[in-house]
């Protein structure tokens, strides 16, 4: 077997191959096979005879394949000798295609074809591209062949019905009815990037409950709100409306100094009408009496 050759699905293409004497040693330079002589297996469903005979190249021979036929995703040519006794050994070459979307390999391409026109912005593409409108949004087209060949643009809407590409600026050169396309997708384009606004929602809106790698944030911020939850009901709910009440009730129902949850020790006093609570393992003097700060 000779290949696999891969070549552009949809497109004329051209197999360079070679026969061998029936010893399968040497090269058979002129078994110029003919028609009669080569037949296509198209996607392993219908067999046909070849268009084309090869062409003589001195120690091999060529074959044009026409574009009807590469418009599958895979071609198998049968190169047998049809005299008798055979002259050269029979063969076969395989053909995969590539760059379209029904090819074999579409590698990246998501439509193809060759315009029906264009304009400053816009390039109608083939009539049998999708009707969906918008379906190319953000994705790059390209034109391959004909008429502005190299250019390059992002679409910005894409219109089902008409098959009209926009395209984000202007061309260089117009599309017109002999420039071919390839449309692909941006990368660039394709990622949805979380905002700030979102990431910060994520973080607030994580659970406590799966952390617990040691002296993590995490596992710090867990023990303070535990410490929180034993140290609410020591307080008590103050009862007056105004600062200096509220601090009075709280001092009321608080000791100078107490424990919480066996890990934090609070100091607690009303310093200039403030209400101060320091927590962590202070001395027993960490306020001196009378309500002076140290």
């Given at each position: 077997?000779?290949?696999?050759?891969?070549?552009?699905?949809?497109?004329?293409?051209?197999?360079?191959?070679?026969?061998?004497?029936?010893?399968?040693?040497?090269?058979?330079?002129?078994?110029?096979?003919?028609?009669?002589?080569?037949?296509m297996?198209?996607?392993?469903?219908?067999?046909?005879?070849?268009?084309?005979?090869?062409?003589?190249?001195?120690?091999?021979?060529?074959?044009?394949?026409?574009?009807?036929?590469?418009?599958?995703?895979?071609?198998?040519?049968?190169?047998?000798?049809?005299?008798?006794?055979?002259?050269?050994?029979?063969?076969?070459?395989?053909?995969?295609t590539?760059?379209?979307?029904?090819?074999?390999?579409?590698?990246?391409?998501?439509?193809?074809?060759?315009?029906?026109?264009?304009?400053?912005?816009?390039?109608?593409?083939?009539?049998?591209?999708?009707?969906?409108?918008?379906?190319?949004?953000?994705?790059?087209?390209?034109?391959?062949?004909?008429?502005?060949?190299?250019?390059?643009?992002?679409?910005?809407?894409?219109?089902?019905t008409?098959?009209?590409?926009?395209?984000?600026?202007?061309?260089?050169?117009?599309?017109?009815?002999?420039?071919?396309?390839?449309?692909?997708?941006?990368?660039?384009?394709?990622?949805?990037?979380?905002?700030?606004?979102?990431?910060?929602?994520?973080?607030?809106?994580?659970?406590?409950?799966?952390?617990?790698?040691?002296?993590?944030?995490?596992?710090?911020?867990?023990?303070?709100?535990?410490?929180?939850?034993?140290m609410q009901p020591?307080?008590?709910?103050?009862?007056?409306?105004?600062?200096?009440?509220?601090?009075?009730?709280?001092?009321?129902?608080?000791?100078?100094?107490?424990?919480?949850?066996?890990?934090?020790?609070?100091?607690?006093?009303?310093?200039?009408?403030?209400?101060?609570?320091?927590?962590?393992?202070?001395?027993?003097?960490?306020?001196?009496?009378?309500?002076?700060e140290?």
């Amino acid at each position: 077997m000779q290949g696999p050759f891969l070549r552009e699905y949809g497109q004329d293409a051209t197999i360079n191959f070679h026969t061998f004497e029936i010893d399968g040693i040497d090269l058979r330079k002129d078994s110029a096979p003919g028609v009669a002589d080569l037949f296509m297996l198209l996607d392993e469903a219908v067999e046909v005879a070849s268009d084309n005979a090869a062409t003589d190249e001195g120690r091999g021979y060529s074959l044009v394949i026409p574009a009807v036929d590469m418009s599958n995703k895979r071609i198998t040519i049968y190169v047998e000798d049809q005299t008798g006794p055979k002259a050269w050994l029979d063969d076969v070459i395989y053909i995969e295609t590539t760059d379209h979307q029904d090819a074999m390999h579409p590698n990246g391409v998501n439509e193809a074809g060759t315009a029906q026109s264009g304009g400053a912005s816009v390039i109608r593409l083939r009539s049998g591209a999708s009707a969906v409108n918008d379906l190319f949004l953000g994705q790059i087209v390209t034109i391959i062949a004909g008429t502005g060949i190299g250019q390059s643009r992002s679409c910005s809407s894409y219109d089902g019905t008409l098959k009209d590409l926009s395209i984000s600026g202007t061309w260089a050169t117009d599309p017109d009815v002999t420039s071919r396309y390839r449309l692909h997708s941006d990368a660039v384009t394709e990622i949805t990037v979380p905002s700030a606004a979102t990431n910060a929602d994520a973080v607030c809106d994580e659970l406590l409950a799966g952390h617990s790698i040691a002296d993590s944030l995490s596992v710090h911020l867990k023990d303070t709100l535990a410490d929180t939850a034993n140290m609410q009901p020591k307080i008590g709910t103050p009862v007056t409306a105004d600062l200096v009440g509220d601090i009075a009730a709280v001092k009321a129902v608080l000791p100078t100094s107490l424990t919480v949850g066996g890990r934090i020790k609070s100091a607690i006093q009303v310093v200039n009408g403030r209400l101060i609570i320091g927590t962590g393992n202070f001395p027993d003097d960490v306020f001196r009496d009378g309500g002076a700060e140290t």
